[in-house]
């Protein structure tokens, strides 16, 4: 039904309805009982035994599962603990993230009003706002929460903060009037008021037309209920890593064991060497290294203003394409500001945003004084008498009360020098007459100190300029021609061009003991003063954000629900719009399919007037062009597609609770420029993991290669279980989580974005490991068979050298893993934590070695100390004999 094109009449008809007398008790609660209660349903919630099960089905943890009977068999009871307290750990840490993300509809809810006063039996009633039904007549007034979408049948002066529903920076007028457009997008349904928006001014009657899940709050309640949340890159990567490492690790079990057979060793031994390189070639610290770069990379972004809500938020912004942000509050200042004043033929322009009450007027270029300045002077003042709102202070916080535009009137003023205490003290307000939002202008009639009486009413400029019969010109008053009319309307022009809203102020002096009866008696025979012109201005820092985005191949596009010309203007200051770039409204967007949008998607940098609905089209579009989106917002219309974009930022300040819920990163002064700070902390974060999986991995490789060689040339074990398994424990374990302490590279955020289907071995990664993994095994190998090959009772002495070998080369090559390219890249004290790691590592080696109680446990002798020569100098052989050659190739 398009409710917005039928008559108050036709909607009383169509609902069944007396527009007099309203709904009777008895058929209200029929329909409540047809109906249901009009309250947002909540899908069916999973139990909380059901959703920590769920946990377990992550393949990394079945990794780790079998890691644990792997290494329960081996009798490593402390190892098999603590792998089983690392998938608690991540099991509980993804309940709790699935708990918290059920509360999004919970606080969608907390925006319904909770009463509503309705008209039933002829007689106006409070009820509970879940009691509203199809039909109702309801009135509300300033400070009210609609509390059901709404036909209306009358209003005085209403004007509605729809802000979380259409994106608009300022309050929506409201009226009666049928509209003829069919297709009018949310922001545009003048007539119509919505469950969950605010009245800021005036008062209006309506017919409820929807309730619950039908309302456009219920819309938007279901699409964040049916959104699914995409596995993030990360999670894709670790579970492709761990797939690869399950079979390789059955694969070697099964070869090592069949070999050993075959060569006549004992087969509980093989089974035992078999299984402790299964465990090698699991690297069961990787997720929990993981979770701790994460979780580091999570405190630094506080520290930048962002909160991470999902840990692999952080690394998935980081190979985010495309950022869609919503345009107020996060490009903008969501303040309207006075930037431009035109009167008496002269231009001003005004410094300072927001509340900033410091601000310089400027003519040509240069500071004028505004004392000196008659015209400006006088239609600032009026623009200050002609206002209801206040400025106040809340702690350090200073707010408006009252209408943004109104305030924006009085924070001009007020950089002037004219408080609003001034004003009221000079100036005694005798009538007024409401803003209407079929006469768009507001009036009041005041006496000043002299006991002169004035007309001041300010309102749109096109409707001002109808109604003077006079302009303010030079310092005198002058008959309003054509040719006066044609200028002043220029300057509308101009400023519209300009995306600036538009405030025009005039006035007419009254005799003394004049009488007004009527709007319409006040509202004529004006005399034209000026116009200030209000922009929602840009966020200083985002230009510059928006440019390093573009530098790192990240493309940002602004979605609004605002105006087509104020995005427009908004995207070309900001840099977001580029000469070639296109423009697309909702109208537009709503009647492509997805597969046509999805062909014109990227050439779009704005999407201006869309709907909920619109947003997750657009995400989705951008998705299925294989780009990993990044979706800003912090209204309730935001908070679909913040939760089925790869990565959903909401804003802490600004932001509804309902968006906060949905998004995985949450930043804490609403600034765009705080994206591109998380950005390349999620590339940092993200280039660190690659780091230590190659570190891992390339340990692990030659853990088996040396295994593997050993038996292939019918040698005896070079390394006993228990030492493979120390060194997959300790030695890999500390050196790993301080790689994920590195400091970003210098050209991280000159890089492209990576393809979202690059795998974790991709970029010669999978070369790296392999090739760093076999020269580990060789030189380990060699200097087992050096020792080894000194006398046949030499075996554990040949042991103990090779695990020193093992392990020294490990710790010499986490240096090289800092790098994409070479070791002599990069200084190697530029990390003081993962000195401290391979020292502390060097130390437990020692004691292993060297502290009698510990020798019988790990099958280790003293090693004299020029074997130590030869072990350094083999184990430094993989690092530095082929830095920047074949074998660390890009």
């Known amino acids: 039904m398009q409710w917005h094109m039928l008559t108050s009449n036709d909607v009383a008809k169509e609902t069944n309805t007396n527009i007099a007398k309203g709904l009777t008790t008895d058929e209200a609660k029929k329909r409540l009982k047809r109906f249901g209660y009009n309250e947002l349903k909540e899908a069916k919630k999973q139990s909380a035994l059901r959703l920590f099960l769920g946990q377990f089905k992550d393949f990394m943890v079945l990794v780790l599962l079998i890691a644990t009977v792997i290494s329960g068999l081996l009798g490593e009871y402390v190892d098999a603990i603590a792998i089983i307290v690392i998938v608690i750990m991540n099991a509980f840490l993804g309940f ?114 929807a309730t619950g899940m039908k309302t456009a709050m219920g819309q938007i309640a279901n699409l964040l209920q049916e959104a699914d949340t995409v596995m993030t890159p990360l999670q894709r990567k670790l579970e492709q890593l761990g797939k690869i490492l399950i079979v390789v690790a059955l694969l070697l079990t099964v070869l090592v064991v069949g070999i050993g057979v075959i060569q006549g060793h004992d087969i509980y ?150 408080t609003k205490e001034r004003v009221e003290s000079e100036f005694i307000i005798e009538q007024e007459f409401p803003f209407d939002s079929e006469r768009k202008m507001m009036t009041v009639i005041v006496k000043d100190g002299a006991g002169r009486r004035f007309i001041v009413t300010k309102g749109a400029p096109d409707v001002l300029l109808q109604v003077s019969g006079h302009i303010w010109w030079n310092g005198r008053e002058q008959m309003m021609t054509m040719a006066w009319r044609k200028t002043v309307q220029d300057v509308i022009h101009t400023m519209a061009n300009q995306a600036l809203r538009t405030i025009a102020i005039a006035y007419r002096p009254l005799r003394a003991h004049e009488r007004i009866a009527s709007e319409k008696e006040a509202e004529k025979e004006l005399i034209f003063l000026g116009i200030q012109g209000m922009i929602d201005p840009p966020r200083p820092e985002v230009k510059k954000a928006v440019q390093q985005c573009k530098e790192a191949g990240i493309k940002t596009v602004m979605v609004t629900g605002d105006h087509v010309l104020t995005a427009k203007a908004i995207a070309r200051q900001l840099g977001v719009l580029p000469n070639s770039g296109k423009v697309m409204d909702g109208q537009t967007l709503a009647r492509l399919s997805i597969d046509e949008l999805e062909q014109v998607v990227d050439d779009i940098y704005v999407f201006a007037r869309v709907s909920p609905e619109h947003k997750l089209k657009i995400v989705k579009a951008f998705q299925r062009r294989g780009h990993i989106v990044a979706m800003t917002g912090d209204g309730v219309n935001d908070a679909p597609a913040i939760k089925a974009a790869d990565i959903g930022v909401a804003m802490g300040q600004s932001g509804t609770d309902v968006a906060k819920e949905a998004a995985s990163l949450i930043l804490l002064d609403d600034n765009f420029a705080t994206i591109q700070a998380a950005i390349q902390e999620g590339r940092n974060i993200y280039e660190n993991i690659r780091k230590f999986i190659r570190y891992l991995l390339a340990s692990n490789v030659g853990e088996i290669l040396v295994m593997l060689f050993a038996m292939l040339l019918a040698l005896p074990l070079p390394l006993v279980p228990i030492q493979i398994l120390w060194v997959n424990l300790v030695t890999d374990g500390l050196p790993a989580m301080a790689l994920g302490l590195d400091q970003a590279e210098e050209n991280v955020m000159k890089r492209k974005p990576r393809h979202p289907k690059e795998g974790v071995f991709a970029r010669g990664l999978g070369w790296k490991i392999v090739s760093r993994g076999f020269i580990i095994g060789i030189v380990t190998l060699a200097a087992f068979m050096t020792v080894y090959e000194r006398g046949e009772n030499n075996l554990v002495y040949a042991q103990t050298v090779a695990f020193a070998t093992l392990v020294m080369a490990q710790l010499i090559h986490v240096f090289d893993c800092r790098c994409e390219r070479s070791i002599f890249d990069r200084n190697p004290f530029g990390n003081l934590y993962l000195v401290g790691a391979v020292l502390l590592s060097v130390l437990l080696l020692l004691v292993v070695i060297y502290y009698p109680p510990l020798q019988g446990i790990f099958h280790t002798v003293p090693i004299i100390l020029l074997d130590w020569v030869l072990i350094v100098g083999l184990a430094a052989l993989p690092t530095f004999l082929f830095a920047g050659s074949f074998f660390t190739r890009k």
Request: aromatic content about 4%.
């Open 269 to 418: 031994e093989m089974f035992l060497a078999g299984v402790s390189l299964a465990v090698a070639a699991i690297p069961e610290g990787l997720p929990a290294i993981v979770t701790i770069a994460l979780a580091l990379g999570v405190q630094r972004m506080i520290k930048k203003n962002a909160i991470v809500r999902k840990l692999p938020a952080v690394e998935t912004l980081g190979c985010a394409s495309v950022i869609c942000s919503d345009k107020t509050g996060t490009m903008t200042e969501n303040m309207m500001t006075v930037t431009h004043i035109w009167a008496s033929g002269r231009n001003w322009t005004v410094s300072g945003t927001g509340l900033e009450l410091a601000g310089q007027f400027y003519e040509n270029g240069r500071t004028i004084d505004t004392k000196k300045e008659t015209s400006l002077q006088q239609l600032l003042t009026f623009g200050a008498v002609c206002n209801n709102s206040q400025i106040k202070e809340k702690g350090k916080r200073r707010y408006i009360e009252g209408d943004p535009t109104e305030g924006a009137l009085l924070v001009a003023a007020m950089k002037a020098g004219l």
């Open 96 to 209: 709790f993230q699935e708990r918290r993300a059920e509360k999004s509809l919970e606080a969608l809810k907390q925006l319904s009003a909770p009463q509503a006063m309705v008209l039933r039996d002829g007689e106006w009633v409070k009820v509970r706002s879940q009691e509203l039904v199809v039909g109702d007549v309801v009135k509300f007034s300033s400070g009210d929460r609609i509390g059901a979408d709404v036909r209306l049948i009358d209003a005085k002066g209403l004007e509605i903060e729809e802000s979380a529903l259409t994106g608009e920076s300022v309050p929506t007028a409201k009226s009666a009037v049928p509209l003829a457009n069919e297709h009018a997008a949310i922001g545009d349904l003048h007539n119509m008021a919505f469950m969950g928006t605010l009245v800021t001014r005036g008062s209006g009657v309506g017919i409820v037309i």
